[in-house]
């Protein structure tokens, strides 16, 4: 029997946290709750006890089991591989405990929608980890495009992976960012969609088109720079997103021209470019504060089940034209991500 305890954890008092899975990502996430005001580490769970251990002793709580861990918490990270998402998020749910499950919100679009049905239902938050959304330079934008007629998007995540095996394809496990932030910029449903791929998975560029603009995404693992960049082309500017810096930069009032000077001909282009504040600091920080203010007050999360089915239902589908034609399914499951950004 499931037991709503979103009203339970409205108040300003100590709001009890815990982490399923604590590999490189739940790590991170263990972390940042133990540091967090009015938040307890109730507890980590992972199916290596050495690691449980390890990481429970490092942040000052203790490693249990999941049945456990969902009796004591308010709220739970889940970061288990993407085929134990469903079963895992559905278990928790159940008990009442809401919930932050890492990207992909599951292996496929209807457990996806299975998922945000059941959290209705019981009137908890079901946040998905699409940490992109709480960049500070992705954030900044978010305060300009309003303002902004946009008429196209270009991303590039690029690079090579940290110990250069990492398992997959880069649709699912780099370019399904951009393709979220992108999603959430445009505050539209895409219409249509293009993709090619290459290098065995490794490299794919897509275009998406939505009613007014048109997004290009580029993700690439083979790339012997590390790259993450956002360029948004509207009529009034240019604005430029530097992911890894966190920094954002507008280009207005372009003038190109061309000079003469002693006989000679030269080309000058000048525009005013304008740096908005950046707050800068740590993306995973920023989406666990507002996640546990989003519980907190029973509202709404910044990124919804809704918005990780839309991202996930899309990558699937640039995955099944960037990778050719195949016998699988249009519900297609992931493959299995790293943890990568």
Same mark, same amino acid.
């Given at each position: 029997?499931?037991?709503?305890?979103?009203?339970?954890?409205t108040?300003?008092?100590?709001?009890?946290?815990?982490?399923?899975?604590?590999?490189?990502?739940?790590?991170?996430?263990?972390?940042?709750?133990?540091?967090?005001?009015?938040?307890?580490?109730?507890?980590?769970?992972?199916?290596?006890?050495?690691?449980?251990?390890?990481?429970a002793?490092?942040?000052?709580?203790?490693?249990?089991?999941?049945?456990?861990?969902?009796?004591?918490?308010?709220?739970?990270?889940?970061?288990?591989?993407?085929?134990?998402?469903?079963?895992?998020v559905?278990?928790?749910?159940?008990?009442?405990?809401?919930?932050?499950?890492? !990207?992909p919100?599951?292996? &496929? =679009?209807?457990q996806?929608?299975? #998922?945000? *049905?059941?959290?209705?239902?019981?009137?908890l /938050? @079901?946040?998905?980890?699409?940490?992109?959304?709480?960049?500070?330079?992705?954030?900044?934008?978010?305060?300009?495009?309003?303002?902004?007629?946009v008429i196209?998007?270009e991303?590039?995540?690029?690079?090579?992976?940290?110990?250069?095996?990492?398992?997959?394809?880069?649709?699912?496990?780099?370019?399904v960012?951009?393709?979220?932030?992108?999603?959430?910029i445009?505050?539209?449903?895409?219409h249509?969609?293009?993709?090619?791929?290459?290098?065995?998975?490794?490299?794919?560029t897509?275009?998406?088109?939505?009613?007014?603009?048109?997004?290009?995404?580029?993700?690439?693992?083979?790339t012997?720079? !590390?790259?993450r960049?956002? &360029? =948004?082309?509207?009529?009034?500017? #240019?604005? *430029?997103v530097?992911?890894?810096?966190?920094? /954002? @930069?507008i280009?207005?009032?372009?003038?190109?021209?061309?000079?003469?000077?002693?006989?000679?001909?030269?080309?000058?282009?000048?525009?005013v470019?304008?740096?908005?504040?950046?707050?800068?600091?740590?993306?995973l920080?920023?989406?666990?504060?507002?996640?546990?203010?989003?519980?907190?007050?029973?509202?709404?999360?910044?990124?919804?089940?809704?918005?990780g089915?839309?991202?996930?239902?899309?990558?699937?589908?640039?995955?099944?034209?960037?990778?050719?034609p195949?016998?699988?399914?249009?519900?297609e499951?992931?493959?299995?991500?790293e943890v990568?950004?």
């Amino acid at each position: 029997m499931s037991t709503d305890r979103t009203t339970d954890a409205t108040t300003d008092e100590q709001i009890r946290a815990g982490v399923i899975g604590v590999g490189s990502m739940g790590e991170n996430h263990a972390r940042i709750y133990a540091e967090l005001p009015r938040v307890e580490l109730a507890g980590v769970t992972d199916h290596d006890d050495g690691i449980a251990r390890r990481v429970a002793d490092e942040y000052g709580t203790e490693p249990i089991d999941l049945e456990t861990l969902c009796e004591r918490c308010d709220l739970v990270t889940v970061a288990v591989p993407t085929h134990a998402h469903y079963e895992t998020v559905s278990t928790c749910l159940e008990a009442g405990v809401n919930v932050l499950v890492e !990207k992909p919100i599951a292996e &496929t =679009v209807e457990q996806g929608q299975k #998922l945000a *049905e059941r959290a209705r239902e019981a009137g908890l /938050v @079901l946040q998905v980890g699409h940490i992109e959304r709480f960049n500070p330079a992705v954030q900044t934008v978010e305060e300009l495009i309003d303002d902004l007629d946009v008429i196209s998007i270009e991303a590039h995540r690029l690079g090579p992976p940290i110990d250069r095996t990492a398992p997959g394809n880069v649709v699912f496990d780099l370019m399904v960012h951009d393709v979220d932030v992108v999603g959430s910029i445009l505050d539209e449903k895409p219409h249509s969609v293009a993709a090619m791929g290459s290098e065995n998975g490794n490299y794919a560029t897509a275009t998406i088109e939505y009613d007014d603009a048109i997004a290009t995404v580029t993700a690439s693992r083979v790339t012997q720079k !590390k790259v993450r960049t956002l &360029t =948004v082309t509207a009529r009034e500017c #240019l604005v *430029e997103v530097d992911y890894l810096e966190q920094s /954002v @930069l507008i280009h207005r009032d372009s003038y190109p021209e061309y000079l003469t000077d002693d006989g000679q001909s030269r080309y000058r282009h000048e525009s005013v470019v304008e740096r908005p504040r950046v707050d800068t600091g740590e993306p995973l920080r920023n989406e666990l504060e507002s996640f546990v203010e989003a519980v907190r007050a029973g509202t709404e999360p910044e990124v919804t089940a809704e918005d990780g089915i839309q991202a996930l239902e899309t990558v699937q589908l640039i995955d099944r034209l960037a990778m050719g034609p195949t016998d699988e399914t249009d519900d297609e499951p992931p493959r299995e991500p790293e943890v990568e950004a």
